[in-house]
């Protein structure tokens, strides 16, 4: 598929141009500051990051075996995990 006769493209193609042409003559620092994170949205980051972070740390590993679920060593292990998270996280 060729679009040699479609008389919209070149319309279209002006206007993606007359768009970008000022985004090209941008410096380093006014690129930075258009395209950086307000605080908001570093806090949101932030505050998703450590939730994502505290479920992922909080859930037990996902084993099958109920014989091993109910070894010491398992239980020793998400014990272990409980009380760091507890220190760490709360």
Do not use: C, G, H
Not at 7 to 22: A, I, K, M, T
Not at 29 to 36: H, Q, R, V
Not at 51 to 76: C, G, I, Q
């Amino acid at each position: 598929m060729t679009f040699n006769n479609d008389p919209l493209l070149p319309v279209f193609v002006n206007e993606v141009n007359s768009q970008l042409q000022p985004l090209k003559k941008l410096t380093k620092e006014e690129e930075s500051a258009l395209f950086a994170l307000t605080s908001d949205q570093k806090k949101l980051v932030a505050e998703s990051d450590y939730r994502a972070k505290f479920d992922y740390l909080s859930s037990p590993p996902n084993v099958a075996s109920a014989s091993v679920k109910s070894t010491e060593v398992f239980k020793s292990i998400t014990n272990r995990m409980k009380r760091r998270i507890d220190s760490n996280f709360k």
